[in-house]
């Protein structure tokens, strides 16, 4: 064996294969949809959900905690299907739209934590305040859409948070101050 076959053969043997770079992924908000639930004083659960939102994923399949997503909400978009309710939620007595009109929630850790579960933490800012949040996610499903013909991710992910630490404690604890947001979500690989 010639000395340049040995070194292009040992180069072989030890080299690392390129990671592969994780894959950005746009939101069909068709059919995706980010909501919220919280108590009313014992008797029911009032419902809403936020209209107008963006968010950035990036997923690395192979090295989950590579991945990462940003959202930006547009505050004033939020809708509980009662005019006189969103306008009071509106208010500066709870989201104070006119002062914040977006609320944000960037990744900073992301953990798997089954087979298609993960664990997103991040910071979440709601009037200016941040707290972190952490989000479990349960991935519905991956690989090619059917119709769409191209990569695909589909998941839930929830959380619950406290109100009150965003300075929003109207009316606790007769109307609960834990909130459950849900974000379900249908996404399509972002065309290179």
Known sequence: MTR??????????FATPALAEPVAYSFDKSHSNLSFTYDHLGYSTTDGRFGNWDATLLIDADKPEASSIEFTIDTTSLDTFFADRDTHLKSADFFDVAQFPQA??????????GDKELEIVGDLTIKGVTKPATLAVKVTAMGEHPMAKMPAVGFAGTTTIKR?????????????????????????????
């Open 164 to 192: 009150s630490d965003y300075g929003m404690n109207m009316f606790v604890p007769y109307v609960s101050d834990e909130v459950t947001i849900t974000l379900h979500a249908e996404t399509l690989a972002a065309a290179k």
């Open 4 to 13: 340049f076959a040995a070194s292009a053969l040992a180069l072989a043997l």
């Open 104 to 113: 944000t929630f960037k990744s900073t850790k992301v953990t798997k934590t």
